[in-house]
């Protein structure tokens, strides 16, 4: 399947990555409330969190059409530190108003068993996509990921048999190398057929991990194999520290 090539934007500081990336998610919403009258967005954990709180002081925001999933999540209670949805909560949605019902979290009842609750979680999915559109794997609007030290995304870890899943929507894994060990993930298909991928990372300590996703995707590192199929378009958000070790040519942001 055809995929277009990444384009890479880079900002001098993180508050004007922050804010390009406000700019961007804002217009992604609009044309996909203008097409469909909702937005659906996936969320990460990590430092992407953070980066959202720009999206608080821009106009134009139908706060009331979101409808959020997670990239991925740890398998702990939504009030745990390690809990995607926690971290959300304090950094992005304690600023805006997404209605609480529209903000989809796992179902912690169901932490005693993996299978269980990333079924549950996939179902959770199906209810927003099903009949919505024809295609075999959901298609976000838009989905935003980190990237970690060693090149993974989502829950997504290099070397892992998740990287070979082509049915599931959502997985869970049991042996996460980064703790907590237990979460669940978005698979590779879903990120793929996504309308817009947007990469978020900042600072220098990301330089190496970036210049091996983007220049060398050949290595096969999970985010390098997020490549969403053509009309979809996949977009990095790096600060100049992030990205100082790239040859991949960077694009001027425009919205
Ligand atoms: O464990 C995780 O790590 C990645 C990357 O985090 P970052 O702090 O390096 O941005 C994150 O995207 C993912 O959601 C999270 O569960």
């Not at 398998?75 to 903000?103: G, M, Q, R």
């Not at 894994?173 to 879903?190: C, F, H, M």
């Amino acid at each position: 399947m055809v995929a277009a090539a990444p384009v890479v934007c880079s900002f001098p500081s993180s508050k004007e990555l922050s804010d390009a990336l406000a700019d961007f998610v804002v217009k992604a919403q609009k044309e996909a409330i203008e097409k469909k009258g909702r937005f659906t967005i996936a969320l990460s954990g990590g430092s992407l969190p953070k980066q959202l709180s720009a999206l608080a002081h821009k106009t134009g925001v139908k706060w009331n059409k979101w409808h959020v999933f997670y990239a991925d999540e740890r398998a702990v209670p939504l009030d745990d530190p390690d809990s995607n949805h926690l971290l959300c909560t304090n950094e992005f949605y304690s600023k805006v108003p997404i209605p609480k019902e529209h903000i989809h979290t796992i179902d912690t009842s169901l932490l005693d068993d993996m299978e269980e609750l990333s079924d549950a979680y996939e179902k959770e999915l199906i209810q927003e996509f099903a009949n919505r559109n024809t295609a075999r794997f959901p298609m976000f609007d838009l989905i935003l990921l980190g990237t970690g030290p060693d090149g993974h995304t989502a829950s997504l870890f290099p070397g892992h048999e998740l990287l070979t899943e082509e049915d599931r929507w959502v997985a869970p894994i049991e042996d996460s190398p980064k703790p907590p060990p237990k979460r669940i993930t978005l698979t590779l298909p879903v990120l793929n057929h996504a309308v817009r991928v947007a990469f978020v990372a900042a600072g220098e300590g990301k330089a190496d991990i970036i210049k091996t996703i983007l220049d060398k995707p050949e290595e096969g590192l999970p985010a390098s194999r997020v490549r969403p199929v053509a009309p979809g378009q996949l977009y990095w958000f790096l600060d100049d520290g992030a990205a100082s070790k790239l040859e991949y040519p960077k694009t001027p942001f425009k919205l």
